[in-house]
């Protein structure tokens, strides 16, 4: 059951196959048997359980309130959640509860779903790999798959060479690769959804900006953040994302009349499409295999029937240092609320207001965010404002007429790697700076927040080396839905492999039927 997509479980639970509370039940398991995963940081165990018996009611009366009905859902731990503490993976934030849920968050819960806990990130969500948070890294689960163990010879026993999530939604995402949960949010700048999903092989969406609310969820960089979805494939993304798309009064960037997302077609006119092939995106550092398979899935349009053409995006080679400058300087601002004053931490320093902000500060943030807030207030300088901040505005707008322009040529999506790598081991990835590594992991999927447009990393292969490789497809602004009609025609296509963890098939959590996961308990009861 834990094993099937979001879909067939909702019609389980209307058919009697499997209560809420079961299927809550058997994720919490999962939980505690997947815990060195470290994919959550609060487990809200008894608040999931108080859902499921309200959901259970809901089904026995016949008021089923939809597809998420009963549903066990992971949230990413910078959404604010009532009652539920929410750390944002810093000091900071230690033992900070929310008095109200983000707009996102709420949504799901009236839609009847199940908050299984909230997961593990980079702290600030200022990372691509889940790994400088104060409650450790997030381990990809991927390294304890049975394909990843017999193409790389690792010993199942030796845990040294884990590999990471990419980040910095990676909780999330190691949640949902996991089986611990069916859906799961993340927060999406600058690719921390898509990065992760492509790591753990499992479908990242990042919706237009103005689609979803942003209310409650703790800000990074207001004009780039959105909440971004993790599942298993894409029809349940469109779910998903169905409930949660619509305008909020709380929020005043989300659109009024948004076309909301309905049930995605099964069937489409592939030859009707126009696939664009940026040729900025080819650059050297991308591996031969990502390389491969990326011309494999143009190949793939293009036999049936697409039109596939190269396409430029001539300022791209910018939008790192662009996205540098304006994301640092959005940090600087937004962090000056953590002042040990209103919430979170405050240090017991008392010589003076400034000596208390000071050693406020040093104590509840890390490295890699003092470093953020550091360059932003730099860019933002009086006498560099003008060099560096106005000049980064100004390159965006570029950026985004770079879209604008492919898009107007007759372009309905472009097609492009998602990350440079497959995932790669911990100690290979702290070999260099915060800054190098996001700067590199985040080069596919930076610009598309620049443009607010919609973007979805969908799994298609494993590597040599047994390890998922993603590829993203980009659309139009606000045509999410015919984005992830064109993603669902690619997904039946490439036919991704289920990840086979060992330890749980051997204890019978898992079975694998058919080329499908099911749980051994429910699906036998």
């Given amino acids: 059951m834990l094993g099937r997509t979001l879909r067939e479980v909702s019609a389980a639970l209307k058919q ?57 859902v992971a949230v990413k731990d910078n959404f604010s959640t009532a009652g539920i503490e929410t750390t944002c993976a810093s000091n900071m934030l230690k033992g900070y509860i929310p008095p109200y849920n983000a707009t996102v968050v ?91 999903a492509a790591h753990c092989g499992i479908v990242g969406f990042k919706p237009s900006y103005g689609l979803v609310s942003r209310h409650g969820l703790i800000p990074l960089v207001n004009s780039m953040d959105v ?86 995006l001539p ?24 002042d040990g004053l209103q919430y979170g931490h405050r240090s017991g320093v008392d010589v003076s207001t400034e000596a208390m902000y000071a050693a406020t500060r040093q104590e509840g943030f890390n490295d890699v965010v003092r470093g953020r807030i550091l360059s932003g207030n730099f860019f933002l300088l009086k006498e560099n404002y003008e060099n560096y901040f106005v000049k980064a505005q100004k390159v965006r707008r570029l950026i985004v007429k770079d879209f604008v322009n492919v898009f107007e040529s007759g372009v309905d999506v472009l097609l492009t790697p998602t990350t440079l790598t497959e995932a790669v081991p911990y100690l290979e990835f702290i070999k260099e700076d915060n800054r190098t590594r996001s700067a590199q992991d985040d080069i596919f999927t930076q610009a598309v927040n620049m443009a607010g447009l919609p973007a979805v990393s969908v799994p298609v292969a494993l590597s040599n080396q047994g390890l998922p490789i993603g590829l993203q497809l980009i659309g139009r602004a606000f045509c999410d839905q015919q984005l992830l009609t064109v993603a669902k025609w690619f997904e039946k296509q490439v036919q991704f492999p289920v990840i086979q963890l060992e330890d749980l098939m051997a204890d019978g959590s898992l079975v694998l039927e058919n080329g499908k996961l099911t749980s051994a308990s429910l699906t036998q009861g």
């Avoid at 709380?250 to 997302?261: A, E, G, R």
């Avoid at 011309?295 to 039109?307: C, I, R, T």
């Fill in 16 to 72: 009697g196959q499997v209560t809420p509370t079961e299927l809550c039940k058997k994720c919490f398991a999962l939980i505690k048997k997947t815990k060195y995963l470290n994919a959550y940081i609060t487990v809200s165990e008894e608040v999931a359980l108080k859902q499921a018996e309200e959901s259970e009611k809901r089904y026995k009366q016949g008021q089923c309130l939809g597809h998420l009905d009963g549903i066990p």
């Fill in 106 to 196: 709420q949504k799901l819960l009236d839609q009847g779903a199940l908050l299984m806990g909230k997961t593990n990130l980079d702290e600030f969500a200022m990372g691509s790999g889940s790994t400088d948070g104060v409650f450790g890294p997030v381990k990809n689960p991927w390294t304890y798959s049975k394909q990843y163990r017999e193409r790389s010879r690792q010993d199942a026993q030796e845990d040294s060479h884990w590999l990471i999530t990419g980040g910095s939604s990676g909780g999330s995402a190691a949640a949902v690769a996991a089986f611990t949960c069916f859906a799961a949010l993340g927060s999406d700048t600058g690719g921390s959804t898509r990065n992760p």
């Fill in 227 to 312: 909440p971004g979805i993790f599942t298993r494939c894409v029809d349940d993304t469109a779910i998903v994302l169905g409930a949660l798309a619509g305008h909020d009064p709380k929020d005043s960037t989300t659109v009024k009349d948004p076309v909301k997302p309905a049930m995605i077609p099964s069937v489409m006119d592939v030859s009707r499409l126009c696939i664009g092939i940026p040729k900025e995106y080819l650059v050297p550092e991308l591996s031969s295999e990502v390389r491969s398979l990326w011309s494999q899935a143009a190949d793939l349009f293009e036999s049936e029937g697409a039109k596939v053409i190269e396409v430029s």
């Fill in 315 to 338: 300022h791209t080679c910018y939008s790192i240092v662009c996205y540098h400058v304006l994301c640092t300087s959005e940090v600087a601002s937004n962090m000056a609320r953590f």
